[in-house]
């Protein structure tokens, strides 16, 4: 039995009797009755390229998001063909998608640079050393502020 989201209601009537429907009122249902049809053929095509069942789902109904904007501006002649490409063309977006977003990843683990804010936090060993000890002692300075909060100078600086 196949998944509940591929069941077809049947229509007696043809592609180019929907698809002229279809254009004279902007029924979304009446789309809807069409694409049912090649649901099955979408979600294969899907599969095909996608190799995963549940990315491949999603797609058919990004798909028929799809139509509902562009099917409008399009002569079509067989809506079966027409969609077929339509879905090739798709998926291969989506993948060139994800290998981009791979690429991206790849470069952002690989480049150490890519998390810090400040190069100079790269290499704090670069630093002058007395602008550190200025530093610790403005943390210090700061912790000394703190209500029951002690430290002596000798535990700050190691002397």
């Known amino acids: 039995m196949p998944p509940l989201f591929l069941k077809r209601r049947e229509t007696t009537e043809s592609d180019e009797e929907l698809l002229a429907r279809y254009g ?3 029924d979304i249902r009446i789309l809807g009755m069409l694409y049912e049809r ?3 053929l979408v979600y294969g095509v899907c599969l095909k390229y996608l190799d995963d069942r549940e990315a491949a789902k999603d797609e058919v109904m990004n798909i028929f998001e799809k139509l509902v904007t562009t099917l409008p501006g399009q002569e079509v002649m067989n809506f079966r063909t027409w969609l077929y490409v339509v879905t090739k063309n ?3 977006m989506v993948l060139r998608s994800r290998k981009s977003e ?3 990843v790849r470069t952002m683990v690989s480049d150490p640079t890519f ?3 400040k190069e100079a936090m790269l290499h704090p060993q670069e630093n002058d050393g007395e602008t550190d000890m200025r530093r610790l002692e403005e943390c210090i300075g700061k912790l000394r502020e703190e209500p029951g909060f002690s430290i002596t ?3 700050a600086t190691g002397r």
């Open 24 to 26: 004279k009122d902007g």
């Open 38 to 40: 090649y649901m099955q």
């Open 102 to 104: 791979e690429a991206h």
């Open 115 to 117: 998390f810090m804010e």
């Open 90 to 92: 798709h998926c291969l």
């Open 153 to 155: 100078r000798d535990m």
